[in-house]
């Protein structure tokens, strides 16, 4: 998540060939886990922006352009992240040769960003009313999440107060999109904001 924040302090957008002023994006990760979950702006996995932090042009390997080929995504050539990079896709934790940045566990981290820049951040699955919310008559979510579009928080428009959400499925490398976020497979879910 800094070095999300460095860049968007150094280029004052953030990482991403999405257009900016648009509505948020989420980076879902090349999981399973997380199909089906709706619609909404979200790609399947995080390279892109991995690709612009680390700036590189090309995928290690293969020679294929990133989103970054001639430094188009960071012009300064900063290497904003300095994750360990990893010869298979299967090594634990860091990047892997196909770009997609994982956690411990080899889940993929999962990215948002307020594209909008309105100061919040809705995450494609975290925005679900039967993830996120705690009551049926209040708009505060669970994890520091709120419902700004519904006082009762029946809507499935939970954001987070900032710029940035970063989290991954945890040691279970599962999530869903049923249960509240206290429970079963999403609550030991690791996630930035908490």
Known sequence: MSAISRYDAAYSHYP?????????FTYMGANTALTGIGNGNWLTNNSEVIAILMDLETYPGSGVRTANFGHVKNTQQTKFLNAPMNSSSNSLPGVGPDLIYRDPWGNPF????????????QDAFYKFAAVSRVTNTKPEGFNGLLN???????????EYHGGIMVWSLGP???A?????????????NVLSWK
């Open 16 to 24: 991403t060939v999405q257009t900016p002023g648009t509505n948020d």
């Open 110 to 121: 999962i990215i948002s960003m307020d594209l909008n820049y309105n100061e919040n951040t």
């Open 148 to 158: 700004v579009s519904d006082n009762s928080g029946a809507s499935d428009d939970y």
């Open 172 to 174: 279970d490398g599962a």
């Open 176 to 188: 869903s999109k049923t249960k509240r976020a206290d429970l079963g497979e999403n609550k030991d």
